[in-house]
């Protein structure tokens, strides 16, 4: 378990449902900030599941606002961060390369070209603290004050000089690694995300910021490849996307999402994720919220084109999500493809388990032995002839057939 803390505005914008109007889904223009706009007047918008006023940061559409944008031109101000008492070891550029491009390129692929992600590092050295480290008391879940902010003003102040704040939509500060404790013992990399009440630098408060601190290594010899891994999942706060994870671990979503696991092998998002994102358009995401049986077509959620998501909403404020997954783009070790069936609850916080995936051979300890891949939710797609029901709410879900191109049919029946 990698405890993380965010902090998140609280105010929440209650998603507004209309009713009777135009059902079109065509494509839809980039969203200025996180999320799939034009939803509410959508055929798709009883399958839009809304956020609980009380939930720091939720899986409800839309993402309130205050997050960073998920579509179009991304600018990440990247900057490297060492102390007196942790000086950086290397070039500072070394530690930048850590995470570029694969960052950037894990992004291009996730959102099927639809977040161009720049990293940008206006400062190229070392940017160092006028404190040492320990003097910021920075520790294992340390909320954003006073630590935080103290350490945020004095990167502004150190920065200001060569940086226009407000030439950037989010910030990373990569710490040397040699910073606090290894990531074997205690995660510190954290992000605050939406949060209003941060420093000001030229007229923009620095809402959205990732501080990934030392490396996620774990003996395996895949750091080189994988490291990185850690900022897109932190990165993915900046979007308003909650962890997945729980004080039990990835046992909710297991490997099937990097805001559960972000440790081992690549890993693509939810589809949830990518329509909440705006990497998907309408007419890729099907809502079966009528009684009756209606077929859809699902195409594997790696590559762009095609159905990708079909939602089956509960109530007013949770929704199942089938998704086709296999192995291929992020999805790096995907043992058993099929039809990924799970529940997004807009009423659960994040880390305690907003997400929860069905697993269709429950106890069996999955199908792969790749390190840091939560084993039991590996082999939780479903096959065809197989099916997943809900009979308090009369839901049945079969998978029907798979062709030689990996879509699948699936069958939802509503009683
Ligand atoms: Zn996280």
């Given at each position: 378990?990698?405890?993380?803390?965010?902090?998140?505005?609280?105010?929440?914008?209650?998603?507004?449902?209309?009713?009777?109007?135009?059902?079109?889904?065509?494509?839809?223009?980039?969203?200025?900030?996180?999320?799939?706009?034009?939803?509410?007047?959508?055929?798709?918008?009883?399958?839009?599941?809304?956020?609980?006023?009380?939930?720091?940061?939720?899986?409800?559409?839309?993402?309130?606002?205050?997050?960073?944008?998920?579509?179009?031109?991304?600018?990440?101000?990247?900057?490297?961060?060492?102390?007196?008492?942790?000086?950086?070891?290397?070039?500072?550029?070394?530690?930048?390369?850590?995470?570029?491009?694969?960052?950037?390129?894990?992004?291009?692929?996730?959102?099927?070209?639809?977040?161009?992600?720049?990293?940008?590092?206006?400062?190229?050295?070392?940017?160092?603290?006028?404190?040492?480290?320990?003097?910021?008391?920075?520790?294992?879940?340390?909320?954003?004050?006073?630590?935080?902010?103290?350490?945020?003003?004095?990167?502004?102040?150190?920065?200001?000089?060569?940086?226009?704040?407000?030439?950037?939509?989010?910030?990373?500060?990569?710490?040397?690694?040699?910073?606090?404790p290894s990531a074997l013992d205690t995660v510190l990399s954290v992000t605050f995300a939406g949060n209003g009440d941060a420093p000001v630098a030229d007229g923009v408060t620095i809402a959205n910021a990732s501080f990934v601190y030392s490396r996620q290594d774990d003996g395996s010899?895949?750091?080189?490849?994988?490291?990185?891994?850690?900022?897109?999942?932190?990165?993915?706060?900046?979007?308003?996307?909650?962890?997945?994870?729980?004080?039990?671990?990835?046992?909710?979503?297991?490997?099937?999402?990097?805001?559960?696991?972000?440790?081992?092998?690549?890993?693509?998002?939810?589809?949830?994720?990518?329509?909440?994102?705006?990497?998907?358009?309408?007419?890729?995401?099907?809502?079966?919220?009528?009684?009756?049986?209606?077929?859809?077509?699902?195409?594997?959620?790696?590559?762009?084109?095609?159905?990708?998501?079909?939602?089956?909403?509960?109530?007013?404020?949770?929704?199942?999500?089938?998704?086709?997954?296999?192995?291929?783009?992020?999805?790096?070790?995907?043992?058993?493809?099929?039809?990924?069936?799970?529940?997004?609850?807009?009423?659960?916080?994040?880390?305690?388990?907003?997400?929860?995936?069905?697993?269709?051979?429950?106890?069996?300890?999955?199908?792969?032995?790749?390190?840091?891949?939560?084993?039991?939710?590996?082999?939780?797609?479903?096959?065809?002839?197989?099916?997943?029901?809900?009979?308090?709410?009369?839901?049945?879900?079969?998978?029907?057939?798979?062709?030689?191109?990996?879509?699948?049919?699936?069958?939802?029946?509503?009683?």
């Amino acid at each position: 378990m990698r405890p993380r803390r965010t902090a998140a505005l609280a105010a929440v914008t209650v998603l507004t449902l209309a009713v009777g109007t135009s059902a079109g889904t065509g494509r839809l223009p980039a969203p200025a900030t996180a999320g799939p706009i034009g939803t509410a007047r959508s055929a798709l918008a009883p399958c839009a599941v809304q956020g609980a006023v009380d939930v720091q940061m939720t899986e409800g559409i839309p993402t309130p606002h205050g997050y960073a944008r998920s579509t179009g031109t991304l600018h990440a101000l990247t900057l490297m961060v060492d102390f007196s008492d942790a000086p950086g070891q290397g070039s500072a550029m070394d530690r930048f390369h850590e995470f570029f491009p694969q960052t950037q390129e894990w992004f291009r692929t996730a959102s099927y070209g639809r977040l161009d992600y720049r990293p940008e590092t206006p400062i190229t050295t070392w940017l160092r603290m006028p404190k040492p480290f320990k003097g910021y008391g920075i520790e294992r879940g340390a909320p954003f004050d006073p630590g935080y902010r103290q350490l945020v003003q004095d990167i502004v102040a150190a920065a200001d000089p060569k940086v226009d704040f407000r030439a950037y939509d989010i910030v990373n500060v990569l710490v040397t690694p040699n910073a606090g404790p290894s990531a074997l013992d205690t995660v510190l990399s954290v992000t605050f995300a939406g949060n209003g009440d941060a420093p000001v630098a030229d007229g923009v408060t620095i809402a959205n910021a990732s501080f990934v601190y030392s490396r996620q290594d774990d003996g395996s010899g895949s750091y080189s490849r994988t490291g990185y891994r850690v900022l897109p999942h932190e990165n993915g706060h900046t979007f308003g996307l909650p962890d997945l994870y729980t004080q039990e671990g990835g046992g909710a979503v297991g490997h099937w999402d990097i805001m559960s696991e972000d440790w081992g092998a690549d890993n693509d998002l939810l589809g949830w994720h990518k329509w909440k994102l705006g990497w998907l358009d309408g007419s890729q995401v099907g809502c079966a919220a009528a009684r009756g049986s209606i077929e859809y077509v699902l195409t594997p959620l790696y590559r762009p084109g095609g159905g990708k998501l079909v939602l089956v909403p509960v109530d007013a404020r949770s929704s199942y999500a089938l998704e086709v997954r296999e192995q291929g783009g992020n999805d790096e070790v995907v043992c058993r493809p099929g039809v990924l069936i799970y529940k997004v609850d807009g009423t659960i916080d994040t880390g305690r388990g907003p997400v929860t995936v069905y697993d269709s051979h429950r106890d069996s300890g999955g199908c792969t032995r790749s390190p840091n891949v939560q084993a039991e939710l590996s082999d939780a797609p479903f096959s065809p002839g197989e099916s997943f029901k809900d009979p308090r709410h009369g839901i049945t879900v079969q998978v029907i057939s798979r062709d030689g191109d990996g879509d699948y049919r699936v069958r939802v029946t509503r009683t």
